[in-house]
């Protein structure tokens, strides 16, 4: 606890004697910082309480409606944190019941290899990267067809296109699966 000095000072004389004031600092202040310092306590204290009592309950969001109303997800089963594309793909496509909590961006770009093939760059991107002013469009890749058939390459021109092949394949999610993401990383 803090000590107060008393402070003397000469008031303003009068004409028989001169007085004696004694100043002591304000005992509000003092209790005012008291007060502020115990609310901050309180403060930090209900938010730590309330983290807890949040991270106790992070897998249970109220009463599910409508037609998957019956469904369980991964209730009963365990926690599981992937750390790599493989290991997620494993978790989603395994018959155990499972909370697959997701902590950080799982990007597949390249897990998959790529494809180089013919393409075809429709008019309207010519056009477009005539222009040169920053924007670009994109060329087409061919499946199943020929330049004619491709559907989407009006006045095209043959070109080489690269593209990543995790886009094409699917992941297989099996039933008993609760996904939940938890911020980024």
Same mark, same amino acid.
């Given at each position: 606890? %803090? ?9 303003? @004389? ?5 007085? /004696?004031?004694?100043?002591?600092? @304000?005992? +509000?202040?003092?209790?005012?910082? /008291? ?11 209900? %938010? ?14 109220? @009463?599910?409606?409508? /037609? %998957? %109303? ?5 209730? #009963? ?16 496509? @395994? ?10 961006? $799982? *990007? $597949? +770009? ?10 075809? =760059?429709? *008019?309207?991107? =010519? ?6 002013? #920053? ?9 199943? #067809? ?21 886009? /094409? ?17």
């Amino acid at each position: 606890m %803090a000590v107060h000095h008393a402070k003397c000072f000469q008031a303003p @004389s009068s004409a028989t004697a001169s007085k /004696l004031i004694l100043n002591f600092p @304000s005992h +509000r202040s003092h209790h005012n910082f /008291l007060n502020f310092i115990m609310v901050r306590v309180h403060l930090a204290l209900a %938010a730590a309480l309330a983290l807890i009592a949040n991270c106790a309950s992070a897998f249970t969001v109220g @009463s599910p409606e409508g /037609l %998957a %109303a019956g469904a369980t997800g991964g209730a #009963g089963g365990k926690t599981v944190y992937p750390t790599s594309t493989t290991e997620l793909v494993n978790y989603l496509a @395994s018959n155990d019941p499972l909370v697959i909590v997701l902590n950080k961006t $799982f *990007d $597949f +770009r390249g897990t998959e290899g790529t494809t180089t093939e013919t393409g075809c =760059r429709p *008019d309207y991107t =010519r056009e477009c990267m005539a222009k040169n002013n #920053g924007y670009k469009s994109q060329d087409v890749i061919i499946q199943g #067809g020929n330049m004619a058939t491709t559907g989407g390459c009006t006045g095209g021109t043959k070109v080489t296109v690269k593209y990543d092949n995790a886009a /094409l394949k699917r992941m297989t999610v099996l039933g008993n699966k609760t996904i939940r993401g938890i911020g980024k990383s």
